[in-house]
């Protein structure tokens, strides 16, 4: 949905708000006024979430319960429609009927809520000081969001161990060398790297590290400029460069034949066949293949695109946001206070198997593939957000144009080109300042 169309849709529900934001409802059953206290002097918070995001551990009762106990604030939960979770808060927004704490992306919040406007600023909680890596959980150089973890889910080449150990492969630093291992993979009969296009986001995995690999490097000031549109997303050669690299390992002969109708669902499967041995992909696919066969080893490299890149990293979801109109401001900060708590925050670690974000809070023993990930990119610092965390709108005309490359019908260039357009439309229709 554009953003025109999405003012449509807030107005429209604005009309109705009080019939949306009771359809919404409440994970509890207790039916006190949010809005008051009960007569023992009690203060309810409400906490809105996507109904498919029930299983957060934030909103864990037995953690909504001793936070309870400790603090007399109630948590309601406000749950929302999986489908409708963006409109339906931004309607809530709008109208001030604002909840004192959501859970959302931050990625999302920056292009669905309009995040600078919307959300506080958070750079002065107690909690701040004890995090080990801020970026996570920052946007225009200030922390809006709250989590427990780092791992924001790591994208780059997703890689068969195995294979690469029998056939004497080492992991390629730079893209020639990376070529030259899709050689003896191919000549070893097996498909070098599965590409799944026909899910036109997959074909963004690739440049969104490369573009934010070379920005942080050479121009750190980059996404800044074209947010601004001091510059064009034509003005890079080297991100045509960077296209050019993934449409080679295609046009060499390096992937499965029928990349525009291959889907992202196949993918588990080729892996577990021992079809293929490489994709541009997130480590959240090794676990999928672990699930279904513990014997395959499978690890993550980074997107070789120039010499020593590093990781990418996605935008970590599930983070909690307090809004700028929160009713409860101070009980809201509290939760987050609590949940930070060193013994709160390690629980919550232990149980999901997080890779802590505090520095006082140790990370559990993790499975072998993400402890690689941790101590090969994460600890010495060589991850970089992927371009999707420094996106003010949607993406989805760029993986369409993306796409396109691959049926035949735009360059390198002209796929940048008509990025451009696009993007200034979309930033203009959003009220974006120099557009």
Not at 138 to 148: L, P
């Amino acid at each position: 949905m554009n953003y025109k169309m999405k003012r449509m849709a807030i107005t429209m529900i604005a009309g109705l708000i009080s019939v949306s934001l009771s359809a919404c409802g409440s994970g509890n059953s207790k039916s006190e006024d949010s809005s008051s206290n009960d007569n023992g002097g009690k203060v309810t918070i409400e906490l809105a979430i996507s109904k498919s995001s029930q299983d957060s551990a934030f909103v864990a009762q037995d953690l909504l319960d001793e936070f309870e106990a400790k603090t007399n604030i109630h948590v309601n939960l406000q749950l929302l429609p999986a489908e409708q979770t963006a409109t339906v808060l931004q309607t809530k927004l709008a109208v001030n009927e604002t909840p004192d704490i959501i859970q959302y992306n931050l990625a999302s919040a920056t292009t669905d809520l309009n995040l600078e406007r919307n959300f506080e600023i958070l750079d002065n909680e107690p909690w701040v000081s004890r995090l080990l890596n801020k970026d996570v959980l920052s946007a225009s150089g200030h922390v809006y969001s709250f989590h427990v973890s780092q791992d924001t889910g790591m994208q780059g080449v997703v890689y068969n161990k195995d294979m690469f150990k029998e056939l004497g492969l080492s992991i390629p630093q730079n893209f020639e060398e990376f070529l030259a291992v899709c050689e003896k993979i191919k000549a070893s009969g097996i498909t070098p790297v599965f590409m799944p296009f026909k899910d036109n986001w997959a074909a963004n995995i690739w440049p969104a590290a490369a573009f934010a690999d070379y920005a942080a490097k050479n121009d750190p000031t980059l996404f800044d400029d074209l947010n601004a549109n001091r510059k064009k997303w034509t003005d890079i050669p080297e991100f045509a460069t960077f296209l050019q690299q993934q449409y080679d390992v295609y046009a060499k002969g390096y992937t499965n034949t029928d990349i525009l109708s291959d889907s992202y669902d196949m993918a588990v499967g080729k892996f577990l066949n021992k079809e293929v041995a490489m994709m541009f992909m997130g480590d959240w696919l090794i676990e999928n293949v672990a699930e279904k066969d513990p014997s395959i080893h499978l690890g993550l490299f980074a997107i070789p695109s120039s010499e020593g890149a590093s990781l990418g990293a996605s935008p970590l979801g599930g983070q909690l946001f307090i809004p700028k109109k929160a009713k409860h401001m101070t009980e809201a900060k509290q939760f987050l206070d609590f949940v930070a708590s060193k013994e709160v925050a390690q629980k919550i670690v232990d149980q999901q198997g997080y890779v802590s974000n505090f520095n006082d809070v140790t990370t559990p023993k993790l499975p072998d593939y993400k402890q690689e990930i941790v101590d090969q990119y994460i600890t010495p610092q060589k991850t970089v957000l992927t371009t999707d965390a420094y996106m003010l709108v949607d993406r989805s005309e760029l993986y369409r144009s993306l796409q396109d490359q691959f049926a035949g019908g735009k360059t390198p260039e002209e796929v940048l080109a008509d990025w451009n357009d696009k993007f200034n439309q979309l930033m203009k229709d959003k009220g974006i300042a120099g557009f």
